[in-house]
Structures are given as C-alpha cells and as structure tokens.
C-alpha cells in the first residue's frame, strides 16, 4: 500500500484526494491544511491537521499550495529525505527544499470545486530528480488512470502559458461572443454545439487544418460586414487582432 | 412524403442530404448543381441534374450555395410561387427572389467534408415570411433531429458573428499554442484535454463564470514572465490583448 499526505485544501488538493481514495494500491493516510475548517468535512475519511509537526511519515508528500508558497513551506517542513512534489504549472523543481527527494506532479487541465473530474482526462506531467522517483510518481498516476508525460521545469512552463491561451483566452472568446449576441437580441445558447464541435474538431486535425471562416478566405465583405455590426470598440480590437492572426498563419499577411 | 431539392453542392448541402435521406418522411427528391461532377457519385441514391430547367416541383427548394450568389441565383430559377429557403448565416431572407415564397434554414453549425455530423448537435435558426412556412421548416429540422429556433435575419447575422468568435478565433487560440508548444520543444496534444474540457465546462456554466488564470486574478507575476517567455511579437499582442479583454469583464481595468 503506498501512503501519501496531500498538504493543502484548493481544487487540485480535493480532487487528488477523491482520485487517490478511489484506487485500490494508494491511500491518502493524511491531510494537512493550516486553516483546519477547509478540510473538516473529510475528517471522517482521513486524518487531517494543520499543525506540522504532527504530520506522519508517508512514501509521498504532495504539496498542492499556492505558487508563492512552495519554496517556504517545502523549507519548514520538519523532516527530510522523503518524496515531496509539488503541482503547479510554473514553479521549477529545484524551488523545492534541497533537504528532500523532490519531483512535480502537475495535472494539465481545470479544476472546478464543484465539477467531478474523470482523470482519464487530465494528463500528468511529471518531473524527478531521480529515476526511482519518476517511475514511483508514473505508477501513482497510472493507478488512478491518468495519461503521463515526462515534462521538465522548461517544457513544462510553456505548457502552463500555452494553457492559458486554449482556456482563459478562449473562455475569454466565448464571453465576447455572450457579450455580442446579448446585448443584440440574440442567443447565446444557440453556439453551444459550435463551441463544442470546435474544440473536438482538433482532438483529430491540426488547428491548422481545421481553420474555416471569412479570415482565412481572405473574404473582405463578410469581414467588413461584421466590423460594421460590432458596437464596442474592445470588440473590434479583438476581431481586428485574431484575423489578423488567422491571416499570418494562412499566408495573407506578413508578420 | 415531403419532397426536397437541393441545390449547391458544399458540406452544407451534403450533409443536408445525408440528414433528410435518413428521415422516415421526407425525402431528397433531386439534387442540382451547375457542375455536375462534383455530385456525380450520389447519382446512383438520387436523381441528379444540372440543368435549371430540369428542376422537379417538390415541396421544398435548398439553396446551400455561396453567400454572393444567392440572390442572381433565386431569381434565375424558371418557376415561382414555390418555398425556396438559403442556408445561410449573413445573407438577409429578402435577398431571395420576391416571387418564390421565401425562408432561411441556417445550420449553425461548422461542417467539415469528411466528418459525419450527428444533427441532434446542429440548431437550426429558422425564419420564413408565412407563419405556415415556418412551421413546414421546423417539422423539416425535426424530422432529422435538430433542435429548431426562431431566429430573424439581424439575429442570425449577430450569430454569425458571434460564431466567428467561438470558432475561428478560437481554433486561432489553439494554433497559436501549437505554435508555442511545438517551438519550445513541448507537446501540443497534452492541452487537447484541457481544449475539451474548457468548451464542455461553458455548456453549463456561463463564461463569466467559468473563467479563471493570471488574468483574471490580476497575478503580475505570473503575466510578466509569460510574456518573457514568449518568443514571438505577435504572440505577445494576442496575450496582451486577452489579458486586457479578461481584466475588463472581471472589472480590474477599464474600458
């Protein structure tokens, strides 16, 4: 049986705790959180704490902390040369205290508090010092049925910033298109299915091959026609700025 | 029965095709197109012609041809007094000659050539000038399992501007992380996941809602050395830009 003790209480701390109780090699055999009162509903599951001291030893420490506070907390934990890993997208291995075997654990995909989250989904990224380590970390993710990657503290950064364009950017897309179709009668629920076959499509094609539209046609009325029909100029901007982009990549403009 | 020609011979029509031919009551009874080899290969389940004056009386007419030639088009057809309906997003219903009885039957919807499309998936913005029309196009749309909407033409242009948004820009979105991914030695297909679970997660819950990231938490840092990291000018406008966009809604910059 592997032990591990998840040491915070946000979204990626929760949903490791739901993944590992479910398998059958891994258990969780504590959860640490210096504010008590977030992890108290899981007390009858698991030992919880929230003073240092009292963490028990494991073969894993996961520390799903903020970004800011992985270099400190991994110093001022009471004891060395175990398996401590952390789970963030942009923070380098070697932030974590020399005094321990360190790795990264970092699952490339959005958690939301309330969404339950099926791990076949959500690849991991993992990163160790040492051999051993890596293998230990893979078995782990295998065991709850995620994908894994060998990812270093470079490849991995790129990741987290090329995340943020096909998430909050893209979410952010979506939102202009909310703003554009309410604030002109019409609904936006209706792109739903669009929004969806969109980010299938790519789960085949290259986002290249999949481009359509008016940008890539290079198709100057339609376009002239919708810059007409924007009433702010934000969103102006935006569509000024991705046909554009559409349009370097297709080869009708120069950067 | 309720007879269809089609006329046109894009994804759209093709996929019209394939939708009605499957239907219980309603059936595709000719199909035109002015070259008549790019339908050649359904000449054995239809009848197929490209000759205007060949065109059969039937219940229905579909122009699922481009948008500029829709309205010489309508008018070169040799009958009135028939329903003739266009398919598209951005061409107004009274660009259709004033003799037919007139509608739109917008699919909204991204259609690729190859890609069988489940029509249950597939909306269908329907506007007609006769009330009897409109209800002859929903049942139509029923038939092959779409969900049907209302929808006049300035809407349905706001929708297709909306849906450049939701699809283009945001396939844009995921080339331009392709590019960073690939460029920096990191793997593009680890963010399909994530691609997924962004546009299932707007199904549910609006994009205001959904949106997380530096952005919109306002985390410097976190922005600073995302644009450090990019290598492209290009690349650095569209995050600027988003991450304005982002901090705009979430109420940290003003318009």
Same mark, same amino acid.
């Given at each position: 049986?592997?032990?591990?003790?998840?040491?915070?209480?946000?979204?990626?701390?929760?949903?490791?705790?739901?993944?590992?109780?479910?398998?059958?090699?891994?258990?969780?055999?504590?959860?640490?959180?210096?504010?008590?009162?977030?992890?108290?509903?899981?007390?009858?599951?698991?030992?919880?704490?929230?003073?240092?001291?009292?963490?028990?030893?494991?073969? @894993? %420490?996961? &520390? *799903?902390?903020?970004?800011?506070?992985?270099? $400190?907390?991994?110093?001022? +934990?009471?004891?060395?040369?175990? =398996?401590?890993?952390?789970?963030?997208?942009?923070?380098?291995?070697?932030?974590?205290?020399?005094?321990?075997?360190?790795?990264?654990?970092?699952?490339?995909?959005?958690?939301?508090?309330?969404?339950?989250?099926?791990?076949?989904?959500?690849?991991?990224?993992?990163?160790?010092?040492?051999?051993?380590?890596?293998?230990?970390?893979?078995?782990?993710?295998?065991?709850?049925?995620?994908?894994?990657?060998?990812?270093?503290?470079?490849?991995?950064?790129?990741?987290?910033?090329?995340?943020?364009?096909?998430?909050?950017?893209?979410?952010? @897309? %979506?939102? &202009? *298109?909310?703003?554009?179709?309410?604030?002109? $009668?019409?609904?936006?629920? +209706?792109?739903?299915?669009?929004? =969806?076959?969109?980010?299938?499509?790519?789960?085949?094609?290259?986002?290249?091959?999949?481009?359509?539209?008016?940008?890539?046609?290079?198709?100057?009325?339609?376009?002239?026609?919708?810059?007409?029909?924007?009433?702010?100029?934000?969103?102006?901007?935006?569509?000024?700025?991705?046909?554009?982009?559409?349009?370097?990549?297709?080869?009708?403009?120069?950067?």
């Amino acid at each position: 049986m592997i032990s591990v003790v998840i040491l915070g209480a946000g979204n990626v701390a929760t949903h490791l705790f739901q993944a590992i109780q479910k398998t059958e090699n891994t258990r969780v055999l504590q959860w640490y959180n210096r504010h008590i009162d977030a992890i108290k509903t899981y007390g009858q599951d698991v030992d919880i704490t929230d003073n240092l001291y009292d963490i028990k030893e494991a073969d @894993l %420490y996961i &520390l *799903a902390i903020s970004d800011d506070a992985i270099k $400190s907390f991994s110093s001022s +934990l009471p004891f060395e040369n175990r =398996l401590v890993v952390h789970t963030s997208g942009c923070v380098n291995i070697h932030d974590l205290d020399k005094k321990h075997k360190r790795g990264v654990f970092y699952p490339l995909q959005s958690f939301s508090k309330k969404a339950k989250m099926d791990f076949a989904h959500v690849p991991i990224c993992i990163e160790a010092l040492e051999s051993e380590d890596y293998h230990f970390l893979k078995k782990l993710a295998r065991s709850f049925g995620s994908p894994t990657k060998k990812v270093n503290s470079d490849q991995r950064k790129v990741l987290h910033l090329a995340a943020v364009y096909v998430n909050n950017f893209t979410n952010q @897309l %979506y939102r &202009l *298109a909310h703003e554009i179709t309410e604030s002109q $009668s019409a609904e936006f629920d +209706l792109l739903k299915p669009l929004i =969806l076959e969109t980010a299938k499509k790519v789960q085949d094609i290259s986002p290249y091959m999949a481009q359509t539209g008016p940008a890539k046609r290079g198709d100057k009325k339609t376009i002239n026609n919708h810059l007409e029909l924007l009433q702010s100029e934000h969103h102006k901007d935006v569509y000024n700025l991705l046909t554009k982009s559409i349009q370097i990549t297709h080869g009708r403009k120069k950067l």
